[in-house]
């Protein structure tokens, strides 16, 4: 199987690449730091891993996209997991646009080359996105962030209608973790945080179940059911109890 990780130099991208090259696939790898892409490279067996440089938010991301295809020979499965998060309660405009271009744009660029793809050429595909928890309701310590996840969703369960428009067999799951102890958060304690190793077995195992939505882990997908059920007004009046995590990114 041809697998791709679009933002794999680190974190729960990288993570995700590696169980799905020790399990024997081939990996294709991308990201804005050649370094990296070229370490995990050379770890590993001869012609199991493609790397691709490129930035999600530049407007050459599909052909590249497109290229790293090429050169494998096909894809089943992506992972879109590009993407970052900053607490905003300033409202700085560039922080704000920088997470709409890389958590939003970038992704409709990746997953409607994708989807083309696919669908196109009659092909068999698996498409899943690295969405939050914090997409459940949304915070006002980082707009920008928990809006943008909540796109992903919602874009990526439109997708899922149009394969059945366009009679296209491609899946679809979108990942909301929780707290992950990557480079994103650390030195910093937060509650219910896991490893980033066990979050991206978790996530490789719902992509293989196909599953819809998969909340990592159970005790976010526990919380996100209480966070549902709590009315608008008391949501909005509960954001004072934020701000001592607004510098939490």
Request: with cysteine; glycine share 10%; charged share 20%.
């Amino acid at each position: 199987m041809n697998v791709i990780v679009i933002g794999a130099t680190s974190g729960i991208g990288r993570a995700v690449a590696e169980i799905y090259l020790a399990q024997g696939h081939r990996v294709g790898v991308t990201g804005r730091r050649t370094a990296l892409l070229e370490e995990f490279a050379s770890a590993a067996p001869a012609g199991r891993v493609f790397t691709r440089t490129f930035d999600v938010s530049s407007g050459d991301a599909a052909a590249q996209l497109a290229a790293l295809v090429e050169e494998m020979g096909g894809v089943d499965v992506c992972l879109y997991s590009s993407g970052f998060g900053h607490t905003n309660t300033a409202l700085e405009p560039s922080l704000e646009l920088g997470q709409v271009e890389v958590n939003a744009e970038g992704f409709v660029r990746c997953a409607v080359w994708l989807f083309n793809y696919w669908a196109g050429n009659g092909l068999k595909g698996h498409l899943a996105v690295l969405s939050s928890v914090a997409s459940i309701l949304p915070l006002g310590v980082c707009p920008a962030y928990s809006a943008t996840k909540e796109f992903d969703a919602f874009y990526t369960k439109a997708l899922r209608q149009l394969a059945v428009i366009r009679k296209a067999d491609i899946g679809f799951t979108v990942i909301k973790p929780g707290f992950v102890d990557t480079d994103f958060i650390h030195g910093r304690h937060f509650p219910m945080t896991i490893r980033r190793e066990d979050a991206a077995a978790k996530i490789v195992r719902a992509i293989k179940r196909k599953k819809k939505t998969a909340v990592i882990d159970g005790r976010w997908a526990a919380l996100g059911l209480l966070m549902r059920l709590i009315p608008s007004p008391l949501w909005n009046w509960g954001g004072r109890f934020f701000r001592p995590y607004q510098d939490m990114f």
